[in-house]
């Protein structure tokens, strides 16, 4: 926790908290306004869909927090959703306004707060030393965990006793808070190396070829596409396993979820006495390996407490694999292609989610749900695997070549 004293950061701590507070209050309210106004399943799910496309231009954001200050663009970022949240609060108390004006602003929204993590990734080792990246990847998987427990646990209350425009209210003031903050932090000069600007596509090329020249980061981008594929259901099979299998309450389906939670915002604390036991390379591989052998746990036992422990672990593995990844893709990125290398990968890596719903879909006719859960584990285990004898094999050069790709890889 010693990161927590070191000025510039926590102050981007305490407004990531903040925001982070403000958005899982902001969201289910928002749906909840949305499906309490129009009584529509199409609504809601433009509603949806402007929550969640804007990752998918990822890539193309990624040029931007390269070329622009990225301090500069978190502030500007916070400051724009504040107007987007009051333009929504306003729209709000129109009775004549139609949905497609809240999707226009939701998706207006999620771009710019995936602009936000983008420029706050790429912006974090410049505040930080290589060997507080852990800690400080930690600490934030940690602080959204817990503001989402918070959020989620005060957001149904606040809806019931008064209205979705009081959390509507309250997640623009997070934003102007966040921004205030960051005004705080003093900005290292050397932070970002400038570029002779270039046209837009080489310019994101640049990133898609240093991708290319990590022999580990390029089998990584295969592992984790596997790897979303296989866990992007995995809420509406744990949804699924708990009314029809276990023929059990929506309170256990609640508590597992909260072991879940938990098991991620404890993993993030964790992850910094466990980088000085192992390589962060190898805590990628602990993390995911850990996800699959849980999982398989969960599916082939089903007593409550036992389901609530192995979730916890779930999330706590969940929360390693995550914080290392960061933290390793910190240290080998060259800072002034972050933005567009974690934008690429983010791209990449996030088609695995629409592909694993689908996929769930077609699955989902012919398998019974402990049959899913046992594949979903599998490919988990295979992954976690694969990366595992990538890095033996980096570790284990033939050549001088291999030799030389090895040491670029950061597995040294």
Same mark, same amino acid.
């Given at each position: 926790?010693?990161?927590?004293?070191?000025?510039?950061?926590?102050?981007?701590?305490?407004?990531?908290?903040?925001?982070?507070?403000?958005?899982?209050?902001?969201?289910?309210?928002?749906?909840?306004?949305?499906?309490?106004?129009?009584?529509?399943?199409?609504?809601?799910?433009?509603?949806?869909?402007?929550?969640?496309?804007?990752?998918?231009?990822?890539?193309?954001?990624?040029?931007?927090?390269?070329?622009?200050?990225?301090?500069?663009?978190?502030?500007?970022?916070?400051?724009?959703?504040?107007?987007?949240?009051?333009?929504?609060?306003?729209?709000?108390?129109?009775?004549?306004?139609?949905?497609?004006?809240?999707?226009?602003?939701?998706?207006?929204?999620?771009?710019?707060?995936?602009?936000?993590?983008?420029?706050?990734?790429?912006?974090?080792?410049?505040?930080?030393?290589?060997?507080?990246?852990?800690?400080?990847?930690?600490?934030?998987?940690?602080?959204?965990?817990?503001?989402?427990?918070?959020?989620?646990?005060?957001?149904?209350?606040?809806?019931?006793?008064?209205?979705?425009?009081?959390?509507?209210?309250?997640?623009?003031?997070?934003?102007?808070?966040?921004?205030?903050?960051?005004?705080?932090?003093?900005?290292?000069?050397?932070?970002?190396?400038?570029?002779?600007? !270039?046209?837009?596509?080489?310019?994101? %090329?640049? +990133?898609?070829? $240093?991708?290319?020249? =990590?022999? #580990?980061?390029?089998?990584?981008?295969?592992?984790?596409?596997?790897?979303?594929?296989?866990?992007?259901?995995?809420?509406?099979?744990?949804?699924?396993?708990?009314?029809?299998?276990?023929?059990?309450?929506?309170?256990?389906?609640?508590?597992?979820?909260?072991?879940?939670?938990?098991?991620?915002?404890?993993?993030?604390?964790?992850?910094?006495?466990?980088?000085?036991?192992?390589?962060?390379?190898?805590?990628?591989?602990?993390?995911?390996?850990?996800?699959?052998?849980?999982?398989?746990?969960?599916?082939?036992?089903?007593?409550?407490?036992?389901?609530?422990?192995?979730?916890?672990?779930?999330?706590?593995?969940?929360?390693?694999?995550?914080?290392?990844?960061?933290?390793?893709? !910190?240290?080998?990125?060259?800072?002034? %292609?972050? +933005?567009?290398? $974690?934008?690429?990968? =983010?791209? #990449?890596?996030?088609?695995?989610?629409?592909?694993?719903?689908?996929?769930?879909?077609?699955?989902?006719?012919?398998?019974?749900?402990?049959?899913?859960?046992?594949?979903?584990?599998?490919?988990?285990?295979?992954?976690?695997?694969?990366?595992?004898?990538?890095?033996?094999?980096?570790?284990?050069?033939?050549?001088?070549?291999?030799?030389?790709?090895?040491?670029?890889?950061?597995?040294?």
């Amino acid at each position: 926790m010693t990161l927590l004293k070191t000025r510039d950061f926590s102050l981007l701590v305490i407004g990531q908290l903040l925001s982070k507070i403000g958005d899982s209050l902001f969201f289910p309210a928002l749906l909840w306004y949305v499906q309490s106004k129009t009584g529509s399943t199409v609504a809601l799910a433009l509603t949806g869909v402007g929550l969640t496309l804007p990752p998918v231009f990822s890539a193309v954001i990624g040029v931007y927090v390269d070329r622009w200050n990225r301090l500069r663009t978190m502030i500007t970022c916070d400051v724009i959703r504040f107007c987007i949240i009051l333009c929504l609060l306003l729209i709000s108390y129109n009775s004549n306004y139609h949905v497609t004006y809240i999707v226009i602003l939701i998706g207006f929204n999620q771009l710019f707060g995936q602009l936000f993590a983008l420029a706050a990734a790429s912006f974090i080792p410049s505040i930080v030393t290589v060997r507080q990246l852990p800690e400080a990847n930690g600490l934030l998987t940690s602080i959204a965990q817990g503001a989402t427990l918070i959020g989620f646990g005060l957001g149904g209350v606040v809806i019931d006793r008064s209205s979705p425009e009081v959390l509507f209210a309250a997640n623009a003031a997070s934003f102007a808070i966040s921004a205030l903050l960051l005004m705080l932090i003093r900005y290292p000069t050397t932070e970002q190396s400038r570029e002779v600007q !270039q046209s837009f596509l080489i310019e994101m %090329l640049a +990133g898609t070829q $240093f991708i290319w020249s =990590q022999i #580990l980061l390029r089998y990584a981008i295969l592992f984790l596409f596997l790897g979303n594929l296989s866990f992007a259901p995995f809420e509406l099979l744990l949804t699924n396993w708990t009314n029809s299998i276990m023929n059990t309450t929506a309170a256990v389906y609640g508590l597992y979820l909260s072991f879940m939670s938990l098991g991620t915002l404890l993993g993030g604390l964790m992850i910094q006495p466990l980088a000085k036991l192992v390589r962060v390379p190898k805590l990628m591989v602990v993390g995911l390996l850990g996800q699959g052998i849980t999982i398989l746990s969960f599916s082939l036992f089903t007593p409550v407490w036992f389901g609530a422990l192995t979730l916890l672990i779930f999330g706590a593995c969940n929360a390693c694999f995550g914080a290392a990844f960061n933290s390793w893709l !910190q240290q080998i990125t060259p800072p002034n %292609l972050r +933005g567009r290398v $974690f934008g690429t990968l =983010q791209t #990449l890596i996030m088609a695995g989610q629409p592909a694993g719903m689908a996929l769930y879909g077609l699955l989902g006719r012919n398998m019974d749900t402990k049959t899913i859960f046992l594949c979903l584990s599998g490919i988990a285990l295979v992954v976690g695997s694969g990366l595992w004898l990538v890095q033996v094999a980096l570790q284990h050069p033939i050549t001088q070549r291999d030799q030389n790709l090895t040491t670029q890889d950061g597995i040294r």
